[in-house]
């Protein structure tokens, strides 16, 4: 009886967690809400008990001090399905995202410590972006998907950009959204050029009925939601603008790399 209840619990595990790290099957739903649950719960833990203890101020200077780690690693999880490094769950989605996070913590904590905060942060990320930067353009076989991600990123922001000045929203949330089109140029340019498929279930849903630019109003009207859901959920700022880093940070990370998984001509 026990021996089968493990071996249920296995199945389940396998299928529908472990399995998709591996074989870029993508997500489903139950890994989906796990995954969202989780990271909730990432966001609200390291504010109250990390960010705030170290007293580290929720502004520009923090997004900065994490994007070369965000750079890092979503290029090392592209060098990963490239084949130039080797599959192992740290460096997989979602563990890439952890391994970051344990990374760029102690970076963190030492910067607070030494008041020297975001220098050590942000030179200990480039160092490491660097290097996979360095791995990922000796091994890209072909640049011109990025030039067309370059275009179309460039279209969106210029859209992006107009009604701000029309229309100002917090700022740091800007830098959310411009993270986030960054990412629809790269998906975009994958699947209508490429032949990638949406690895999400309900956005490859929606791409197989309405096309890949479909991509642009569904993610406008979801950033829009999250903006005043946040709004009005999140009361106190500085804990609202962690969740606006959050959100950053889930733009950027498939931004990066998407492109970077085109250059090494991955298949779809």
Do not use: C
Not at 1 to 22: C, D, G, K
Not at 33 to 45: D, H, Q, R, S, T
Not at 91 to 113: E, S
């Amino acid at each position: 009886m026990l021996e089968s209840v493990w071996h249920e619990i296995w199945w389940f595990f396998h299928t529908y967690f472990w399995e998709p790290m591996f074989t870029r099957s993508g997500y489903n739903p139950v890994n989906t809400f796990v995954y969202a649950f989780l990271l909730g719960l990432g966001v609200i833990y390291s504010y109250r008990y990390i960010i705030k203890p170290l007293k580290i101020p929720v502004d520009e200077r923090l997004f900065w001090a994490v994007t070369p780690m965000v750079v890092f690693g979503a290029t090392v999880r592209a060098l990963v399905d490239g084949g130039v490094l080797p599959k192992n769950p740290l460096i997989l989605t979602p563990g890439v995202f952890f391994t970051a996070f344990f990374l760029i913590v102690p970076a963190i904590a030492l910067d607070a410590k030494l008041k020297s905060y975001p220098k050590v942060t942000i030179a200990w990320g480039t160092i490491l972006a660097l290097w996979a930067n360095y791995l990922l353009v000796t091994h890209a076989k072909n640049w011109e998907p990025y030039e067309l991600t370059l275009v179309h990123t460039a279209v969106s922001w210029a859209v992006i950009l107009a009604f701000y000045r029309w229309r100002p929203f917090d700022k740091l949330y800007l830098y959310a959204v411009l993270a986030h089109f960054y990412d629809m140029g790269s998906t975009v340019v994958a699947i209508q050029f490429y032949g990638y498929r949406e690895v999400h279930w309900l956005e490859n849903i929606l791409v197989n009925h309405f096309g890949a630019y479909f991509y642009y109003p569904w993610i406008t009207i979801i950033l829009v939601v999250v903006y005043y859901g946040l709004k009005y959920l999140v009361p106190e700022e500085e804990e609202r603008r962690f969740w606006y880093l959050a959100i950053y940070i889930l733009g950027l990370g498939p931004a990066i790399r998407d492109p970077a998984q085109l250059v090494l001509q991955i298949p779809g």
